[in-house]
Each structure stands twice: as structure tokens, then as C-alpha cells.
């Protein structure tokens, strides 16, 4: 019985092997609209099933510059990235939009998006999170704009995939208008961070619009077609 099983377990063993692609990894990089806490990371991570890891190394109060300075996710991206078949997200902008005009910050991510790749990582751009100022009830303040279109340039000069988190966000708050839109604060003034429902529906965005330009990451994201459906159609 025992001879039996081990021959039968070399037998499988190198064709197991063979046939196993390694499982994709995603970590996701950036600012406090990322982490957790009150960002999108962990409604996305929930919305995963099946990959080697999703691990949130967001950093509440960062920059594309200062993110690198956090000793404890950076060295855990450099682990990360070591993996073969491991993605990095990366999102910022908006502690970039106080300090750094488009060019600076475009630069800034360019220089990182790089250094991304040259550690093993795929980097995947994600463009800022809208925050939900409104003008008036249907018109949102839209100041992260150019830092959105500066993101989007800096992937298409590197040839990387890109999300356009910035304007899907921001369609989907247009049609919510602001009195729904603010039911994702994080507490009743706090445009910007999200409460956990905010998480989860923008962690569903994310996944929704990953899975859009990677399609091969498809089969790791749990649909929910409820919830795509009301992003879709502006409702919650
Ligand atoms: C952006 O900021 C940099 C550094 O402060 C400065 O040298 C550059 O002229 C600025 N560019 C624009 C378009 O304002
Ligand atoms: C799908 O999303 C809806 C909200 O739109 C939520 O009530 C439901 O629990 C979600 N389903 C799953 C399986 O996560």
C-alpha cells in the first residue's frame, strides 16, 4: 500500500510540477485612500480568492517619494517582488498634489514605476481615488485631475497597464450625487477615506477594473455582480 502510494506520488509529482504555473500575487502601494484602515485595499484583497498573496503595504500620509522611506513596507515590497508572477498596484497623488506640481510627481512615478520592474514586480498604475467634494450636489470638485491624466501618461511612456480608478470613482459619485456619496465617509466630514461599505465598493471597482485590462486575473476575483451592476448604474 505504501510502495504503491509513493510510486504513484513520484509519478504525479513531476507532472504536477510542470503543468503548475506559479499563482499570481498582488500588493498594492500607496497612500491612505489605499490602506488599511480607510482605503480600498482591503474590499479588494476580500474580493480575491486563490492567489499567492494580497498584501496591502499602503501608507496613510505618503508620497510616490516618502512611501519609500516606510522601512517596513518597502523591505516587504522588495520580499514581495522576489516572487515570480506578483503584481504591484501602485496609487497615489494625493499627498503628491500638495507638495509636488504634475511634472515633479510625474517624474517622481516614473522613477518608481521603474524601479518596481527592476525588483521583479509587474507595476499596475492606479489613478487617485476621486474625493467626494461637491461643487453642488452633482458636480464634484475635481483638483486631482491633472494628477490622474500626469499617472496615466507616465504608464502609457513605460508601456505599463494602467486603472482609471480616478474617473470611474468620479462617475460613479457624479451619479450617486453628494448625499449618497458621503454614506462612504469615514466619519460625517471626511470627503476623502472610506468608511468599510466605501471599502467595499471601491475595492470592487478595483477588481472590476483590473480584471477589464488583465483578464488573466480573471478567475482569482470573486464576482459580485450586484455590486458592479449598481456601480454601473449609480445607485448603492
Ligand atoms: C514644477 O516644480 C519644479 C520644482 O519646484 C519646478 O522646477 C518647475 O518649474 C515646476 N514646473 C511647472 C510647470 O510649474
Ligand atoms: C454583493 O454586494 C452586495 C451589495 O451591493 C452585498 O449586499 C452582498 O453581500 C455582496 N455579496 C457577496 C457575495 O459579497
Given at each position: 500500500?505504501?510502495a504503491?502510494?509513493?510510486?504513484?506520488?513520484?509519478?504525479?509529482?513531476?507532472?504536477?510540477?510542470?503543468?503548475?504555473?506559479?499563482?499570481?500575487?498582488?500588493?498594492?502601494?500607496?497612500?491612505?485612500?489605499v490602506?488599511?484602515?480607510?482605503?480600498?485595499?482591503?474590499?479588494?484583497?476580500?474580493?480575491?480568492?486563490?492567489?499567492?498573496?494580497?498584501?496591502?503595504?499602503?501608507?496613510?500620509?505618503?508620497?510616490?517619494?516618502?512611501?519609500?522611506?516606510?522601512?517596513?513596507?518597502?523591505?516587504?515590497?522588495?520580499?514581495?517582488c522576489?516572487?515570480?508572477?506578483?503584481?504591484?498596484?501602485?496609487?497615489?497623488?494625493?499627498?503628491?498634489?500638495?507638495?509636488?506640481?504634475?511634472?515633479?510627481?510625474?517624474?517622481?512615478?516614473?522613477?518608481?514605476?521603474?524601479?518596481?520592474?527592476?525588483?521583479?514586480?509587474?507595476?499596475?498604475?492606479?489613478?487617485?481615488?476621486?474625493?467626494?467634494?461637491?461643487?453642488?450636489?452633482?458636480?464634484?470638485d475635481?483638483?486631482?485631475?491633472?494628477?490622474?491624466?500626469e499617472?496615466i501618461?507616465?504608464?502609457?511612456?513605460?508601456?505599463?497597464?494602467?486603472?482609471?480608478l480616478?474617473?470611474?470613482?468620479?462617475?460613479?459619485?457624479?451619479?450617486?450625487?453628494?448625499?449618497?456619496?458621503?454614506?462612504f465617509?469615514?466619519?460625517?466630514?471626511?470627503?476623502?477615506?472610506?468608511?468599510?461599505m466605501?471599502?467595499?465598493?471601491?475595492?470592487?471597482?478595483?477588481a472590476?477594473?483590473?480584471?477589464a485590462?488583465?483578464?488573466?486575473?480573471?478567475?482569482?476575483?470573486?464576482?459580485?455582480?450586484?455590486?458592479?451592476?449598481?456601480?454601473?448604474?449609480?445607485t448603492?
Amino acid at each position: 500500500m505504501f510502495a504503491s502510494l509513493l510510486s504513484l506520488a513520484l509519478v504525479a509529482l513531476p507532472l504536477v510540477s510542470a503543468a503548475a504555473a506559479p499563482k499570481p500575487g498582488i500588493i498594492l502601494i500607496g497612500d491612505s485612500t489605499v490602506a488599511t484602515g480607510a482605503g480600498w485595499g482591503p474590499g479588494f484583497c476580500k474580493d480575491t480568492t486563490g492567489l499567492a498573496t494580497c498584501t496591502d503595504l499602503a501608507v496613510s500620509g505618503t508620497t510616490v517619494i516618502s512611501w519609500q522611506h516606510q522601512p517596513t513596507e518597502y523591505n516587504a515590497f522588495l520580499k514581495a517582488c522576489t516572487v515570480p508572477n506578483t503584481f504591484a498596484t501602485i496609487q497615489f497623488g494625493h499627498n503628491d498634489q500638495k507638495i509636488y506640481n504634475t511634472t515633479v510627481y510625474g517624474a517622481n512615478l516614473n522613477t518608481f514605476a521603474k524601479l518596481v520592474k527592476a525588483k521583479g514586480c509587474t507595476p499596475v498604475i492606479i489613478t487617485s481615488l476621486a474625493r467626494r467634494n461637491f461643487k453642488s450636489a452633482h458636480v464634484p470638485d475635481d483638483i486631482l485631475e491633472p494628477y490622474a491624466q500626469e499617472a496615466i501618461s507616465v504608464a502609457n511612456a513605460l508601456k505599463l497597464t494602467y486603472l482609471d480608478l480616478h474617473q470611474a470613482s468620479l462617475t460613479y459619485i457624479t451619479k450617486l450625487g453628494s448625499t449618497l456619496s458621503y454614506e462612504f465617509n469615514l466619519d460625517g466630514t471626511d470627503h476623502t477615506h472610506l468608511d468599510p461599505m466605501g471599502q467595499a465598493y471601491f475595492g470592487r471597482m478595483v477588481a472590476d477594473l483590473l480584471i477589464a485590462k488583465l483578464p488573466t486575473l480573471k478567475s482569482f476575483i470573486v464576482p459580485n455582480a450586484t455590486m458592479t451592476k449598481a456601480e454601473a448604474n449609480g445607485t448603492l
